[in-house]
């Protein structure tokens, strides 16, 4: 008896291992919805129910009709409800022994949670087997698609963490030089401004004034070499050798000779102890006479004009700095000119 039983038990552990495999259980599927009129019958489906925030699902659109019927499938744009459409599958109908088959396939996507639907897709059909050809349309129910979020339904903004920052990659081999590029170009940057700098400064270095004397014997030279004189301008000589003679005063004195009328500027002369009082009286005879050929018509001589200009100059060189007195020569050509 205990023989038979364990062969028993062996025969069927055996036949245990023999049995086919169970089948798998099946894939649910997604929410459907058909519609048909007539001999046409149109189905819409995506091939899941449930999904998480952006994953893909599916959306199969499948019709078949008679030959005799003119079909416009549903336009799917680029978003459908709440979804986006990632891509298209729009292939033309194939022939079957049914008529025509049209199979649609949108791949949609979406970053919403919730349940969702997909809205209502509508065909156009114009049955031409009766005249007048007669059209009507064929609308789909919604299809409602359940998303979850990837965080699940209690996550609160503490939840959220925020995105780290960068992470320090090293540099390759063969890009190890840049920084180095990069020195030398800043390098040669500060010497071309430094080298710049220096260049403008010298440029901008402005020249030193012009001693009042030195002017005022340039003036001189100038007014004796356009020969005024000679040519009869004697009144224009006068006012042109009045005025270098108060522009020189008021560089060298600091008296405001040009803006003061001769007894003003004489009066404030004589307060001043730097002009000594035989300069005072060579400068008061020359301006009384300036004055009488400016503002009282007088014609002087030649032998007048030579002496006029020759007391300006003296003036000049008598009141130059002893550090540089260097009195110019006589104005021989002005003296020749004026005596003949």
């Known amino acids: 008896m205990t023989r038979w039983t364990l062969v028993l038990v062996i025969m069927t552990a055996t036949c245990a291992g023999c049995r086919p495999p169970a089948a798998e259980a099946e894939t649910e599927a997604g929410p459907e919805s058909v519609a ?18 952006g994953e893909p699902v599916t959306l199969t659109v499948e019709l078949v009709a008679p030959p005799q019927i003119d079909v416009t499938m549903p336009a799917v744009g680029e978003t459908l409800g709440p979804f986006s459409v990632r891509s298209a599958h729009t292939p033309p109908d194939v022939p079957e022994a049914a008529g025509r088959r049209w199979v649609h396939r949108y791949e949609l996507d979406t970053f919403a949670a919730g349940a969702l639907t997909v809205p209502t897709l509508t065909t156009r059909l114009v049955d031409r087997r009766v005249e007048p050809a007669a059209e009507t349309r064929l609308a789909s129910d919604p299809l409602v698609v359940t998303v979850a979020s990837v965080v699940g339904v209690d996550a609160t903004a503490a939840d959220l963490r925020d995105i780290k920052g960068g992470v320090d990659v090293p540099i390759a081999g063969e890009r190890a030089w840049m920084p180095l590029a990069a020195a030398a170009l800043l390098l040669v940057g ?67 000779a040009p803006e003061q009328t001769t007894d003003e500027f004489l009066r404030a002369a004589r307060a001043d102890t730097r002009l000594a009082v035989g300069h005072q009286e060579l400068l008061a005879s020359f301006l009384r006479a300036a004055d009488l050929v400016k503002f009282a018509r007088h ?11 020759a007391s300006a100059r003296s003036f000049v060189d008598e009141t130059t700095p002893d550090d540089r007195v260097a009195a110019d020569p006589p104005a021989p050509a002005l003296a020749a000119g004026a005596a003949s």
């Open 36 to 53: 048909a009129a007539g001999d046409v019958r149109m189905t819409v489906r995506l091939d899941a129910g449930d999904i998480v925030v």
């Open 190 to 256: 500060i010497i071309a401004a430094w080298q710049w700098w220096r260049r403008r400064g010298r440029e901008t270095v402005s020249e030193p004034p012009v001693p009042p004397h030195v002017w005022a014997r340039r003036a001189l030279d100038a007014l004796e070499a356009e020969r005024l004189v000679e040519t009869g301008a004697v009144e224009v000589f006068y006012v042109r050798l009045s005025d270098i003679v108060r522009q020189y005063i008021e560089r060298r004195f600091g008296l405001t």
């Open 299 to 309: 014609e002087p001589t030649a032998t007048e004009s030579v002496s006029a200009f």
